[in-house]
């Protein structure tokens, strides 16, 4: 198969938090049936990201949103690169955020079976690679639940 031609990227991302960017919004989509992130900013000291919610989520369901995440990078879980085509793709991953002229090989990265995303980013290989997810702070505003989060090594 021939190299697909992919969208330039113009960022490097800190590989393991964004990597845990991925295990946080599968998180997020199975507890709460939300989309994934609406707005992320991911970097070495902190993160950032916003969910469209109904509701804050209380106390409780951000203990287990961290628990999730943590149990997600402690399993080990291989980072899979792949490429499909967007109508392929679109049966398994949600390309609403896709940009218009994506092309239309998509790389897909698999985080074992708990996560599929279309991302041209950097990522690390094993779970284990990412440290311990923490979150430091969230609030809540006008159905936008803006989480704080930060990487532990």
Not at 9 to 22: G, I, R, V
Not at 23 to 50: Q, Y
Not at 107 to 121: F, H, K, L, S
Request: with cysteine.
């Amino acid at each position: 198969m021939e190299s697909p031609i992919l969208n330039q990227h113009n960022k490097l991302e800190h590989e393991p938090s964004h990597t845990a960017e991925h295990l946080l919004n599968a998180t997020m989509v199975r507890m709460f049936g939300c989309p994934r992130s609406k707005n992320a900013h991911i970097e070495r000291k902190k993160s950032k990201c916003d969910y469209i919610l109904d509701a804050e989520p209380s106390e409780a369901q951000v203990a287990e949103i961290e628990a999730r995440v943590n149990e997600a990078i402690a399993a080990n879980l291989d980072v899979m690169i792949g490429f499909m085509p967007r109508e392929k793709a679109a049966e398994i991953v949600d390309l609403s955020k896709l940009p218009e002229d994506a092309s239309d090989i998509l790389r897909i990265v698999r985080i074992g079976d708990y996560d599929a995303c279309a991302c041209i980013g950097s990522h690390v290989s094993n779970t284990s690679e990412i440290g311990t997810f923490k979150i430091i702070s969230h609030s809540y505003a006008d159905g936008i639940w803006r989480l704080r989060w930060k990487i532990i090594k």
